[in-house]
């Protein structure tokens, strides 16, 4: 079904998400953070997708959660607010980790608040010149959500993640491929065909490796040595059952390009 605020469609086993709501910087409703996990899921479960592009239309990549009517209504019942948390932002913040695809970020604008970290939990984050990146939090009097105190002090070191949170400065695109937050930034011209680009390639690869990988690296971080080194000895068991893994070796042994099927 059409949906006039999010527009979905695919093209050479890549799925496209842009956030269309340029008229509120793609702010997320609660329909739309829905709507980005239902689709991100899709893409986990559908053999024919094995790359996901999320970008945004017009100045701004996603200006977070839109609050209008936040503030108003009755009184709060306690418990209300971190199960709206775990079932809007976090929930939404986990799909992208959790996506067995690769999702590349092409920031055309704006980044802030959820918007900045949904871009962040993406494997690569390709950023227009013109992008920005901004921890908005503080300056409205609240506290990071959408999994920013743990996504931004690994991919920067706590202090740098504090600085960016306490002050809620714009950090142009430039200064945060610099610390690290983005892979590579393009004229904004470019950034549509950069994107399309990197996904057309991933998603000429083996898929299940890289779906594999992406789960490796995400837990790498969370977990010890030992525990690291069972992960991958217990995905190296399962990638080696797929037909691309068969097909890499076969590939390599007969000396010519590998062709993968995503199986």
Not at 105 to 127: E, P
Not at 245 to 261: D, H, K, M, S
Request: charged content about 25%; proline content about 4%.
């Amino acid at each position: 079904m059409a949906d006039p605020r999010i527009h979905h469609s695919t093209s050479h086993h890549v799925s496209w998400i842009t956030l269309d709501r340029p008229e509120v910087r793609n702010a997320l409703a609660p329909g739309d953070r829905d709507r980005l996990v239902g689709l991100l899921g899709e893409a986990s479960r559908d053999p024919a997708t094995r790359a996901v592009v999320l970008t945004g239309r017009g100045g701004a990549f996603c200006a977070g959660a839109d609050l209008r009517g936040a503030a108003g209504g009755g009184e709060r019942v306690a418990g209300d607010v971190a199960r709206t948390l775990r079932e809007g932002a976090q929930r939404l913040i986990t799909g992208v980790l959790d996506c067995e695809k690769p999702v590349i970020a092409a920031v055309n604008g704006t980044a802030a608040g959820l918007g900045a970290h949904l871009a962040l939990a993406c494997d690569l984050v390709l950023a227009a010149e013109s992008a920005a990146f901004i921890e908005v939090f503080a300056r409205r009097g609240l506290v990071p959500d959408g999994g920013g105190a743990y996504l931004l002090p690994r991919l920067v070191g706590p202090q740098r993640a504090k600085e960016l949170m306490f002050f809620g400065d714009a950090l142009a695109a430039a200064d945060a491929e610099r610390l690290g937050l983005v892979n590579r930034v393009v004229a904004d011209a470019d950034l549509e065909k950069t994107a399309r680009a990197w996904a057309e390639r991933l998603a000429a690869g083996p898929t299940r490796a890289l779906a594999l990988t992406k789960q490796l690296v995400n837990a790498s971080l969370d977990s010890g040595r030992a525990t690291a080194f069972a992960a991958e000895a217990a995905a190296q068991e399962i990638n080696m059952t797929t037909r691309d893994a068969r097909e890499g070796v076969a590939g390599f042994l007969e000396r010519r390009t590998p062709t993968y099927e995503g199986r």
